[in-house]
């Protein structure tokens, strides 16, 4: 009886150990992943509404202020973060003064997602939906936010290389 | 007992218990200036040599407390680290949080492993070295099957990078860009002219040396010395053996694991069928150049043994392309130090174990 009664409580010790052991797992899973967030500055149609691309757009991400990424119109860029929690800044700029014509800040939330793709215009217009679906080849969960049916880049540009998952 | 304390304090016996660093001391000591290599760097990478090898060597100190022997299954351990850092990078986890994870990953793994091979260990006493070995090739096998077979199959592994070409299999080169250096450069110092000193790993090996010396005072510490003794005194005494061998290997197999983490983060780059086989042959030839011996460790010798190692393991090439104008015959100088040491620590145990058997008996007799 006593040897059984211990047996149990080990056994209740074993289990909270592992299930402990899974919810630290699942915690380093979600702030440790790391997620290569495509930028795109091209006009793209969302949800029926038209977001013209910047003529020159500066992006800074996380407040990193040393490595803003310059994006001119129709092209694209990628930056890998970690975590969950991001916030990005674009600021259209005047090229030739350099002067900043429009700021916007977002806070993101990606979650689990490996790679997404943000449309840059979208987020300077403080659209509902700015996510964009994934170029061809990068097979990708589902964006956060439902992507309407109609849903179609207007621009048809020479395909940029989709950058590989990790390096 | 005078005497006999007078003994053990002769030259002769110093020399002979520390034959191995005295020698590489000394053939240290002759390369170096011939290798030309400055201060600077030498302190620079024995730095970081420490840091990447000193956890798998210490991992191999609780079996000999044990009286295991040297650890060749620690290998087993070392595959699991291993296989927690392909989930690791196929998820994209990166930073500390990715090394904790891939740890995480690799315990039950470790576990798993560790009690297999104190399982067959205690089917071979007496022979645990070699049958150690052994099991190292037994379950690297299983480890191919299941990495080169399963993974992108059975076992889903969704990143392109890390799959063969054919959609199964894990590649034989992984870049674990996401945790190269996470732990090296957590903590950045730098000190005299640029040196990097990846305090952060310095730290948790600091950490893990106080765990080994309080280990060694608890009861389970001093059952294991028991063991390592006399196993049929300690069987006599009460002490359950095999399954305190069976911990003791399970020890190893985990700090293993976390060893051979610790050691990919500093390289960078995951070799994934060889890494493993690798690092139980170096981690042992270290700890043997330290001055241990098969049924003595303490930590003074894993530091020793690894710097001493890897002096060698720098040093050798240069100062045999110095010399003989082939940086070549030096690596094979270094290769052959690293598998004769091997050979030479077990020549001298059976040769030191002969001895102490001829005294008891000269004892027995009364002789002087």
């Known amino acids: ?167 | 007992m005078a005497d006999k304390n007078k003994g053990s304090m002769s030259l002769k016996n110093i020399l002979a218990n520390n034959a191995v660093p005295i020698i590489f001391i000394g053939l240290s000591a002759i390369a170096i200036p011939i290798s030309g290599f400055s201060a600077n760097y030498l302190i620079q990478e024995m730095l970081t040599r420490l840091a990447r090898n000193s956890f798998l060597v210490l991992s191999l100190l609780i079996p000999i407390l044990a009286g295991m022997g040297l650890n060749f299954g620690m290998v087993l351990g070392a595959m699991a680290g291993q296989i927690g850092l392909i989930f690791v990078t196929d998820w994209a986890v990166t930073g500390v949080y990715g090394m904790m994870l891939a740890g995480l990953i690799g315990t039950p793994i470790a576990i798993v492993l560790g009690y297999i091979c104190g399982a067959v260990l205690n089917r071979a006493k007496g022979r645990e070295m070699v049958t150690s070995y052994i099991l190292g090739f037994f379950i690297n096998g299983v480890y191919q099957l299941i990495v080169l077979y399963t993974m992108g199959r059975l076992i889903p592994i969704s990143n392109p990078q890390l799959v063969l070409s054919r959609g199964y299999g894990i590649r034989n080169a992984i870049n674990l860009t996401g945790v190269r250096h996470v732990l090296d450069n957590l903590i950045p110092l730098k000190i005299f002219n640029n040196i990097d000193v990846p305090v952060a790993t310095f730290i948790l090996i600091g950490f893990f040396c106080i765990l080994i010396i309080w280990f060694r005072k608890t009861k389970l510490g001093q059952d294991m010395r028991a063991l390592g003794q006399d196993m049929k005194v300690a069987e006599e005494a009460g002490i359950p053996v095999e399954r305190t061998r069976i911990i003791a290997i399970l020890i190893s197999t985990i700090l293993a694991c976390y060893g051979q983490i610790i050691f990919l983060q500093n390289i960078g780059t995951m070799n994934t069928y060889n890494s493993h086989e690798q690092a139980g042959m170096f981690a042992i030839a270290a700890i043997l150049i330290g001055g241990a011996s098969v049924s003595r460790a303490t930590i003074t010798n894993v530091f020793v043994g690894v710097v001493l190692f890897h002096l060698m393991f720098v040093v050798s090439p240069m100062a045999g392309k110095e010399l003989i104008g082939q940086a070549q015959l030096g690596e094979y100088f270094r290769v052959f130090v690293s598998y004769g040491i091997i050979a030479l620590a077990l020549v001298l145990h059976a040769w030191r174990r002969m001895r102490a058997k001829a005294e008891a008996r000269r004892s027995l007799r009364g002789e002087e």
């Not at chain 1, 797992?25 to 500055?41: A, M, Q, R, S, T």
């Not at chain 1, 840059?120 to 097979?139: N, Q, R, S």
């Open chain 1, 1 to 167: 009886m006593n040897n059984g009664s211990v047996n149990k409580k080990r056994l209740v010790i074993r289990l909270v150990l592992l299930s402990l052991l899974i919810v630290i797992g699942f915690f380093l899973y979600y702030y440790g992943k790391e997620h290569e967030v495509l930028l795109d500055n091209k006009t793209v149609e969302i949800n029926g509404q038209i977001y013209e691309a910047a003529e020159f757009v500066r992006i800074t991400v996380n407040g990193d202020a040393a490595k803003p990424i310059e994006l001119y119109a129709k092209e694209r860029d990628v930056v890998k973060v970690n975590g969950p929690k991001h916030t990005i800044k674009v600021e259209i700029v005047d090229e030739d003064s350099d002067k900043v014509i429009k700021t916007e800040e977002r806070d993101f939330n990606f979650g689990k997602i490996s790679s997404l793709m943000i449309s840059i215009p979208a987020v300077a217009e403080k659209a509902p939906d700015v996510y964009l679906p994934l170029p061809g080849l990068m097979t990708q969960a589902p964006a956060p936010e439902p992507a309407p049916e109609e849903e179609t880049e207007t621009t048809v540009d020479v395909e940029i290389e989709p950058p590989a998952i990790s390096d």
